[in-house]
């Protein structure tokens, strides 16, 4: 294994010598993504001392050392920091400190490392969004990017239809078939071993067909048509409740952007009462869903909700400004499980993370902590809307911008449900889309330098 990995990084590393100044740093940051999920540990990995060696990580690694060789060369054009730039740094550096400050000792038994989740789940997103951010992205990148997440679906939706059929000849990788791996075998689960991450990945590939429609040859449309109705299936057959909403937000929330201004006020409205008709006709049928366990089951699991909200409202009152720290609700949650003073038992949270990203937040790095990175999510929606709606913008360009809507929106409601930033794909995701729409939008508000070489990051070649 180790010479495979030394004979990889040797060809990743002729490749970048011969191509640095060539290759779209866009379209690698998305085959890092695309390939990273698919392919993940459970397919490929190599250790190397305490750090295992990933393919994600060895395409994130080049695309980090190519815009480093970039910016040493002075083929990176500078921008004007905005603020979710701002509210990135304060993320990274609050939750690196707060990880420092409150480090475990020796006899602190964790699952995992807070610094390794650090590094996976905040630091190696924040260098896919420098990397798209900083970038210049045309409109065949655009295509490029949008037909990769496309393909990407189509995978995933013939994946989940194999799963829950039972058709396991059809299902690849192998090892998602194996009961021993991951969590909820049984249901639609992914290369990631997981079906909020399905979720996640298919509802974003959803939007990206749906935006490729229009630029797609007609030969493909079909194929595309096709391939939407088995992604939006996919997400039903995760049985999460989370990805339902997420799928149905997103849908809200790009109907609000690309519906003219004169029909959005009655459409919403009309989908608003549809939606709360539903909500309370299938209420009791979505909140004790049965799925690979029995609906007692699903019942447990909606009341350790409240568990969570209430040993994480201890917490905080006793920690409120700077938290338990990053990482650490794991342990110190220990001591609030005895508390005896409601009806309803805590014990089972002993051996559980978080299940909230925004609460375990809130819990691990205090009210600054959340109250930064709440910013970056808000940010990525304002910038999304404008993008949107840039005027004099080509049409590319502009769907990147409801793209991100539309992600934002699909992680939020499982942000709620799930601690997200214990499942490093979806934030890889997340990150990857904002940085390549947030560097075209920054790029529309503030002309790029004059002393950047017209040949490589004009505005024109940056927006075409």
Same mark, same amino acid.
């Given at each position: ?340 003073? #409601? ?80 499942? #490093? ?40």
């Amino acid at each position: 294994m180790a010479i495979a990995l030394l004979l990889i990084a040797a060809g990743l590393l002729v490749w970048a010598c011969l191509y640095a100044d060539r290759v779209s740093l866009p379209l690698l940051a998305a085959a890092t993504v695309v390939l990273g999920y698919v392919f993940g540990p459970e397919f490929w990995g190599a250790e190397v001392g305490p750090v295992t060696v990933t393919l994600d990580r060895l395409l994130l690694l080049t695309a980090a050392c190519l815009f480093a060789w970039r910016v040493w060369r002075g083929r990176v054009a500078g921008s004007a920091v905005g603020g979710i730039d701002w509210a990135l740094g304060l993320t990274l550096l609050w939750l690196t400190a707060s990880a420092i400050a409150y480090r475990p000792g020796d006899a602190d038994l964790l699952p995992k490392s807070p610094f390794w989740r650090l590094a996976v789940s905040f630091w190696a997103p924040a260098v896919l969004f420098v990397v798209t951010r900083q970038s210049p992205v045309d409109g065949r990148t655009v295509t490029a990017v949008l037909a990769m997440l496309t393909l990407l679906g189509g995978y995933l939706a013939v994946t989940a239809l194999a799963e829950t059929a039972g058709l396991w000849p059809l299902v690849f990788p192998r090892f998602i078939a194996n009961p021993e791996l991951g969590m909820h075998f049984g249901r639609a689960r992914g290369p990631a071993l997981n079906s909020v991450s399905l979720g996640v990945y298919l509802s974003v590939c959803f939007w990206a067909a749906w935006l490729l429609l229009p630029r797609c040859p007609r030969l493909v449309q079909p194929a595309v048509f096709v391939a939407m109705p088995l992604m939006a299936f996919g997400v039903l057959l995760t049985y999460t409740r989370s990805t339902w909403i997420g799928l149905a937000a997103s849908g809200v929330a790009v109907l609000a952007v690309q519906l003219p201004r004169r029909l959005r006020m009655p459409v919403l409205t009309g989908v608003g009462v549809c939606g709360v008709l539903a909500g309370a006709l299938l209420w009791q049928s979505v909140l004790y869903l049965e799925r690979e366990d029995s609906g007692g089951v699903s019942r447990h699991s909606v009341q350790q909700r409240t568990a969570f909200a209430y040993v994480s409202w201890r917490m905080f009152c006793d920690h409120p400004l700077t938290g338990v720290g990053f990482g650490r609700f794991y342990d110190q949650k220990l001591p609030y499980l005895s508390d005896r003073s #409601q009806v309803f038992e805590l014990e089972s949270l002993r051996e559980l993370h978080h299940h909230n990203t925004f609460l375990g937040l809130l819990v691990e790095t205090g009210m600054i902590g959340l109250a930064a990175y709440a910013a970056v999510l808000g940010g990525l929606l304002v910038c999304g809307w404008r993008l949107a709606h840039a005027a004099g913008a080509p049409a590319a360009i502009r769907s990147l911008g409801v793209l991100l809507i539309g992600a934002v929106m699909v992680y939020l409601p499982s942000a709620i449900f799930h601690d997200l930033t214990h499942v #490093q794909s979806d934030q890889w995701l997340l990150f990857f889309v904002a940085g390549t729409a947030v560097g075209c939008e920054r790029r529309l508000r503030s002309p790029l330098p004059a002393a950047v070489p017209a040949t490589v990051h004009t505005r024109p070649a940056a927006l075409a």
